[in-house]
């Protein structure tokens, strides 16, 4: 493992990304919904292609503040082309373990994002910095090795989902970070941590579940690549998961649970 490694491996593929376009605060990052109120100021650290950062900014109104910083140079374009008529929503290229501002924000929301981060201590270090005294610090993240399937996915999914986890973790990656997320912020100082259970589960019945549990024949496309490249997969091996996913969800495929965890705490 390589800080180098660890950077090359965080970074999102070039490509229209439907996993992060379709997210809001109601369907992707609802544990925020408590804080956001008119007025308030947000930081929201790899904010991606700034869709839940647009849902955040619509609840905070225009007297509120909200800006998002992510590394992704692509993202980050698309976060500013669709972010146009938003009032006080600011995107910057910034990663977290560099960034600095003299501004301080009501509430600091991080998602999905320390589980790209070989040095997750150093960002949430960052990131409480950033709190203003009484405001608040929300993480929402993985255990990548609770997620559930029923019944289990096929084989070929299955060995591309191994694969996944093992790429991440030879980077250094923690593929169980949400389960490590309160020793972390304790280790910071922090107290009074509230846990949420944010698991996603999508079912057969819902209208949905086609897309949301499509989200692993998505990676399979995205980073499959990136895999490949490695050579933690073959490429046949990396269609034959997204062949064989796909028929799962139109047949067999009845429920799919996506372990995620919310912890969040009062800073000073
Ligand atoms: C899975 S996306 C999450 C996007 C969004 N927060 C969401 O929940 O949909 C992870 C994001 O983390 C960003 N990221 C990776 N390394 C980072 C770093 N060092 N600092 C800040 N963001 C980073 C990536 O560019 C990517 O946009």
Not at 217 to 222: C, M, Q, T, Y
Request: aromatic fraction near 8%.
């Amino acid at each position: 493992m390589s800080d180098q490694m660890a950077t090359e491996r965080a970074v999102m593929p070039v490509a229209h990304n439907p996993v992060l376009e379709r997210r809001t605060v109601e369907n992707a990052n609802r544990n925020l919904l408590k804080y956001l109120r008119l007025g308030l100021s947000v930081l929201d650290v790899g904010c991606g292609s700034g869709a839940i950062t647009r849902s955040i900014a619509e609840k905070v109104g225009p007297t509120g503040r909200v800006l998002g910083i992510d590394p992704n140079e692509n993202l980050i374009q698309q976060a500013i082309r669709h972010a146009d008529r938003v009032a006080d929503l600011g995107f910057q290229q910034a990663d977290v373990y560099t960034f600095d501002t003299d501004e301080r924000f009501d509430l600091v929301t991080c998602a999905r994002t320390l589980q790209w981060l070989a040095d997750p201590m150093a960002a949430l270090r960052t990131m409480k910095r950033m709190v203003k005294p009484g405001g608040y610090l929300s993480i929402l993240d993985f255990n990548h090795e609770k997620i559930s399937w029923h019944p289990e996915p096929p084989e070929a999914m299955s060995l591309f989902y191994a694969a996944f986890l093992n790429w991440r973790q030879d980077a250094g990656f923690d593929n169980a970070i949400a389960d490590h997320l309160v020793d972390l912020m304790t280790s910071l100082g922090l107290t009074e941590i509230q846990i949420e259970n944010q698991s996603e589960q999508s079912r057969k019945a819902d209208p949905t579940f086609a897309i949301d549990s499509r989200l692993w024949a998505e990676v399979a496309e995205l980073r499959g690549p990136q895999l490949v490249k490695a050579g933690y997969i073959t490429e046949d091996q990396r269609l034959q998961a997204i062949t064989d996913y796909d028929n799962w969800i139109q047949t067999a495929g009845e429920s799919m649970t996506v372990y995620m965890l919310a912890v969040e705490a009062r800073v000073g």
